[in-house]
């Protein structure tokens, strides 16, 4: 299995200004995905991000609020740019380790509280 | 456009009985649906996986069924436990695709 390091686990933040969450992976993988829960509602994605390419991001969602790092196969970044309070969700990474679309591992999220 | 609906009210349920979870899905055909499970301020965590060629499929003390007629899937957990009690989470996938479409969740609070 993987194991994911999220940072950080929570944060609150003004309103205007960015957070970067960094997501660590302990093994080399192909494909990490950044996904958004907004409370009470399911998980949905935000992007996926190769090593070497740009990420690929589903409708609704942007680069430049969204900008993606992806440096290695063990490391990504999210930022969310711009803050505002309907920001305010729960952010994960997570990544499909076997790479059979079959299993996604998780990491422990991103609380965000945008005032 | 693809919908998944799970219970968004609770289940709460005596210790020893079985819990069932119920995840329905409209204008999808999936190639397999997925189970997690979500404890409070952590990340979904994989629980099993049916393929819909399937009918059932069994782990431990958890089985799920899939009904691709009915365009469901139910999720048992027998002789519950407090601490079974978690939301969880039903999840749709192609094999074409990394794409998974998740439902809300349903929480699950087991009674000691």
């Known amino acids: 299995s993987a194991v994911i390091s999220q940072k950080p686990s929570r944060d609150i933040c003004q309103r205007g200004t960015s957070l970067t969450i960094q997501c660590q992976v302990d093994s080399q993988v192909t494909m990490m995905f950044w996904y958004r829960q907004q409370p009470g509602q399911s998980l949905t994605l935000i992007a996926t991000a190769n090593q070497g390419s740009e990420a690929t991001y589903e409708s609704g969602f942007v680069i430049d609020k969204f900008p993606i790092s992806r440096p290695n196969l063990t490391f990504s970044t999210l930022t969310v740019s711009n803050l505002s309070p309907e920001d305010s969700s729960i952010y994960l990474c997570?990544?499909?380790?076997?790479?059979?679309?079959?299993?996604?591992?998780f990491g422990s999220g991103t609380q965000l509280s945008v005032l | 456009s693809q919908k998944i609906e799970q219970n968004s009210e609770a289940l709460n349920i005596q210790e020893g009985k079985t819990a069932t979870l119920t995840c329905n899905y409209t204008?999808?055909?999936?190639?397999?649906l997925q189970w997690y499970r979500q404890d409070p301020g952590r990340g979904p965590v994989f629980l099993l996986l049916i393929r819909e060629n399937e009918k059932e499929k069994r782990k431990e003390r958890l089985k799920v069924t899939f009904d691709t007629t009915l365009k469901q899937s139910l999720f048992h957990i027998t002789a519950s436990q407090p601490a079974d009690s978690a939301t969880y989470l039903c999840a749709l996938g192609e094999d074409s695709s990394y794409k998974l479409i998740f439902g809300s969740g349903t929480r699950l609070l087991v009674r000691p």
């Open positions: 997570s990544v499909d380790w076997m790479a059979t679309n079959e299993k996604l591992f």
């Open positions: 204008n999808y055909s999936p190639a397999y």
